[in-house]
């Protein structure tokens, strides 16, 4: 079992659905991060959470709406999105408060908006 | 505002074939750490290498080695005799680890290597 599993692989969602993308770490990390991949452009942080609480949002449309019940789960809820949106969104958790960590990732979810 | 810079946006060699992917960055703080990530096709990134700031030191790991040159804020991948599995995206990403106590990477843009047979 990997340490970081996303589900689904694969979505495709009409602009009036409503899905949401799943993103569980089985590391006993307690930071988890969304960063959306576009194509020819930077992997973009979307949002932080240390120790369950949001402590980074990047600027990010509310039509994206992160929620982490617990240090293992991380939920993006999505609505009414926009073709735009259509990426690759990685869920990555880490060990805050320890300077020798790096980041784990997920294999990512490709969210196509038809 | 921290900025990374992979200028390559793809490279293409033959197997066997030495290739360096480069990486320059920005940032005014004085404590830093830097990554290299590979993205294989089924998308998860990969943690290759996570350098401080206060260690210039080049690191070997198998056919992979790391140049960290502060004084040019560069921290440049050579891959050796490369194979066809080296094939991926890689990314440089540069770390605050000290706003917030949250490690925020800021990635370049990737540098598509393709190794051919």
């Known amino acids: 079992e990997t340490g970081v599993t996303q589900t689904p692989r694969h979505l495709v969602m009409g602009m009036t659905n409503k899905k949401s993308l799943k993103c569980e770490q089985h590391l006993g990390h307690n930071a988890m991060y969304w960063y959306k991949q576009s194509a020819k452009k930077p992997l973009e942080l979307m949002f932080v959470?240390?120790?369950?609480?949001?402590?980074e949002n990047n600027s990010v449309p509310s039509r994206f709406s992160p929620e982490c019940p617990n240090s293992s789960h991380l939920f993006l809820h999505l609505h009414t999105l926009q073709p735009e949106d259509s990426a690759l969104y990685l869920c990555?958790?880490?060990?805050?408060?320890?300077?020798?960590?790096?980041?784990?990732f997920g294999q990512g979810t490709r969210l196509t908006v038809v | 505002a921290q900025k990374v810079t992979q200028a390559q946006t793809e490279i293409s060699v033959v197997e066997k074939e030495d290739v360096t992917l480069d990486c320059v960055y920005e940032?005014?703080?004085?404590?830093?750490?830097l990554f290299w990530y590979k993205q294989p096709p089924s998308g998860e990134l990969v943690f290759l290498i996570r350098r401080n700031s206060f260690d210039e030191q080049n690191e070997i790991s198998g056919r992979y080695s790391w140049n960290f040159q502060k004084s040019t804020s560069s921290f440049n991948f050579t891959i050796t005799a490369s194979q066809v599995v080296d094939s991926a995206v890689y990314f440089c990403a540069l770390s605050d680890p000290f706003q917030g106590g949250s490690e925020k990477l800021v990635f370049g843009k990737g540098t598509k290597l393709t190794v051919n047979p």
């Open positions: 990555a958790s880490s060990q805050e408060g320890q300077m020798n960590t790096e980041a784990f």
């Open positions: 940032t005014r703080d004085t404590t830093y750490y």
């Open positions: 959470y240390n120790f369950k609480e949001q402590t």
